[in-house]
């Protein structure tokens, strides 16, 4: 088992354009959660995803950011018009159905706008 | 709103020193706490959840739901130890962070 694979690891974009990042859970896994950290802070809850489902978006911004677990493939997290408060560390994690409090992380994709 | 709050960005110790990182959590029912791990250029990753109360690498960390805390401990040291380290509340479908600690334990 691979773990949880992020890419890419990372991401370069100029004010305006789309940054797209995926993140493939565990193997097994069908919960799926976002997080983005920016310098100086902890982690922030983003959103929470089962396939998909969005089960809770309360930590998106309400503009320019979209997610989504589609049946097949890797969760995706769009940004769009990436603006400079958007770089930063932005962290993947999955958890089993069982118990969805034990969650695996990825090892994150750094967003860098210019 | 669930709140996690580390006070120290970052602690500083020698080799064999105890440590204490310490984590304050906003109480919302019964409350499931998490430390988590972040080696250099590694990923997140858990070192102890509280309701095992196990011991992971030599560091133990007690819910103390008096004072509302789940502080990280260790009696000694060692420089392999030199980590980011978040205390993390699972409430509601999220996990809550706080802002980490920088651990750097000096040889």
């Known amino acids: 088992n691979a773990g949880v694979m992020q890419n890419p690891r990372h991401l370069v974009r100029r004010r305006g354009q789309e940054a797209r990042l995926r993140c493939s859970p565990m193997?097994?896994?069908?919960?799926v959660y976002w997080y983005r950290q920016l310098p100086e802070e902890g982690l922030k809850f983003m959103v929470y995803?089962?396939?998909?489902?969005?089960?809770?978006e309360s930590g998106m911004p309400k503009e320019r950011f979209s997610a989504e677990f589609p049946k097949e493939g890797p969760s995706i997290l769009r940004i769009q018009q990436v603006v400079r408060g958007d770089s930063a560390a932005y962290f993947c994690?999955?958890?089993?159905?069982?118990?969805?409090?034990?969650?695996?992380f990825g090892q994150g994709t750094r967003l860098t706008v210019v | 709103a669930q709140r996690v709050t580390q006070p120290e960005k970052l602690l500083s110790v020698f080799k064999g020193a105890p440590v204490e990182l310490k984590c304050n959590y906003s109480?919302?029912?019964?409350?499931?706490l998490f430390w988590y791990v972040q080696y250099s250029r590694q990923r997140l990753q858990l070192l102890l959840r509280?309701?095992s109360r196990e011991s992971i690498k030599g560091f133990t960390a007690d819910l103390n739901k008096g004072e509302t805390s789940f502080h990280l401990k260790k009696p000694f040291a060692q420089e392999e130890d030199s980590a980011m380290y978040y205390c993390?509340?699972?409430?509601?479908?999220?996990?809550?962070f706080g802002s980490g600690t920088k651990l750097n334990v000096k040889p």
């Open positions: 993390a509340q699972y409430n509601f479908n999220k996990f809550y």
């Open positions: 109480y919302s029912g019964s409350p499931e």
């Open positions: 994690a999955s958890s089993p159905l069982t118990y969805a409090a034990e969650a695996f």
């Open positions: 193997k097994g896994h069908s919960h």
């Open positions: 995803l089962q396939k998909e489902n969005i089960i809770d």
């Open positions: 509280h309701i």
